[in-house]
């Protein structure tokens, strides 16, 4: 049986062979392309990665993650944030209908992925790069040589440093589906972080004033249909480094989140986006808002597309100190985790790898 079939290398062999898939720079499509049947041995994860309950206990069946309807808001706005406050301290990550946002243009985006990633090799490997620097850059596994396990995922990844990106620097066949999209993502940001902010119990613009979510990366990504997804995954449990995220997936499926100790699926809706709650607003917050673990399953069918947008602090404020937030810290409590910038939490997360743990225990008092 497949599910049986387990990887024996070295270390050695094994590191020497995320060098030799890297240096193809034509990512997981590329060996798919290539007509395998069964999946190389360096994307074979452990049995406890990929078990669908990983924690003996009660199952819960109907588990669903909360849907949120924006649709005239302002006219029930105590409403709405209550429902993101629930979301955000049980969940850490609820589905956004009725955003603003036409469908026509999440669905544009989508394709303009699609697009991207199903050109010839030869194109796509100018765009290959690691540099963290690089604005526009196309690449598989960002952790390659941290894992221990490779992941069957390709992406493409644009960083609007302060929330701007030149748009001759975007791959021409995705420009226009990029620019559309982004613009109203950013606005939509600015929104989330209006209704998080009252969900906190503080001031409207607090997070705003925060300056913490001016920088956006778009990755976009794409999960090929797999041989043998029973023993891979496209996304290993991890939560985000960001405060914020707001993901465009597909109608095909595989995200999964982590409540109550199982795996729950993020079903598929048309015109629906996904907002969750990153490590750094956890942070902030001092735990009053969850940042949820989350992976995506490999499977047999595909590709799957889908394009997760992480909203950071400004450049200017990449050496900040961020803090437990004064008003959300008890006299009983106190703080839960010292202050940490930007950019010393991104080394950290960087350093550790996608490796099933979170970060924010290294931040703890």
């Known amino acids: 049986m497949a599910s049986m079939r387990l990887a024996h290398v070295d270390s050695q062999d094994f590191n020497?062979?995320?060098?030799?898939?890297?240096?193809?720079?034509?990512?997981?499509?590329?060996?798919?392309?290539?007509?395998?049947?069964?999946?190389?041995?360096?994307?074979?994860?452990?049995?406890?990665?990929?078990?669908?309950?990983?924690?003996?206990?009660?199952?819960?069946?109907?588990?669903?993650?909360?849907?949120?309807?924006l649709e005239g808001f302002e006219g029930g706005k105590e409403v709405k944030i209550s429902e993101i406050r629930k979301a955000s301290e049980e969940w850490g990550i609820f589905q956004l209908v009725n955003h603003g946002i036409p469908v026509s243009v999440l669905d544009e985006m989508i394709k303009g992925v699609q697009v991207f990633h199903e050109q010839p090799k030869e194109v796509k490997m100018k765009w290959y790069s690691r540099e963290h620097k690089q604005q526009v850059k196309f690449y598989s596994n960002g952790d390659l040589y941290e894992s221990?396990?490779?992941?069957?995922?390709?992406?493409?990844?644009?960083?609007?440093?302060?929330?701007?990106?030149?748009?001759?620097?975007?791959?021409?066949?995705?420009?226009?589906?990029?620019?559309?999209?982004?613009?109203?993502?950013?606005?939509?940001?600015?929104?989330?972080?209006?209704?998080?902010?009252?969900?906190?119990?503080?001031?409207?613009?607090?997070?705003?004033?925060?300056?913490?979510?001016?920088?956006?990366?778009?990755?976009?990504?794409?999960y090929p249909s797999c041989p043998e997804p029973d023993l891979t995954l496209g996304a290993t449990k991890h939560s985000d480094p960001s405060f914020l995220t707001i993901l465009l997936q597909d109608g095909i499926g595989g995200l999964q989140v982590l409540q109550r100790n199982q795996w729950v699926d993020v079903k598929p809706v048309k015109g629906a986006l996904i907002v969750n709650i990153g490590d750094l607003l956890q942070l902030v917050s001092n735990d009053k808002f969850k940042s949820v673990e989350h992976r995506v399953l490999a499977a047999p069918i595909g590709p799957r597309i889908s394009a997760a947008c992480f909203f950071y602090p400004s450049t200017a404020n990449n050496s900040k100190p961020y803090g437990p937030i004064k008003e959300l810290v008890t006299d009983e409590g106190g703080p839960i985790y010292r202050e940490t910038d930007h950019k010393e939490f991104m080394s950290y997360y960087r350093l550790k790898g996608l490796d099933g743990t979170s970060s924010l225990s290294y931040f703890k008092l």
């Not at 007509?35 to 199952?59: T, V």
């Not at 613009?205 to 976009?220: G, H, I, R």
């Open 148 to 222: 221990k396990a490779v992941n069957w995922r390709d992406s493409v990844s644009c960083h609007y440093a302060d929330g701007a990106l030149d748009p001759n620097a975007l791959p021409l066949v995705s420009r226009r589906a990029i620019q559309n999209y982004m613009e109203r993502i950013i606005n939509l940001k600015n929104t989330l972080a209006e209704l998080l902010s009252e969900a906190l119990g503080l001031d409207t613009n607090y997070l705003e004033s925060m300056d913490c979510m001016k920088t956006a990366t778009l990755v976009c990504h794409y």
């Open 16 to 69: 020497r062979a995320k060098a030799e898939f890297d240096q193809t720079k034509a990512g997981v499509k590329g060996i798919l392309d290539s007509g395998i049947l069964k999946i190389p041995n360096i994307f074979i994860h452990p049995p406890e990665n990929l078990l669908n309950n990983p924690f003996p206990g009660e199952y819960s069946p109907n588990l669903q993650v909360p849907m949120i309807d």
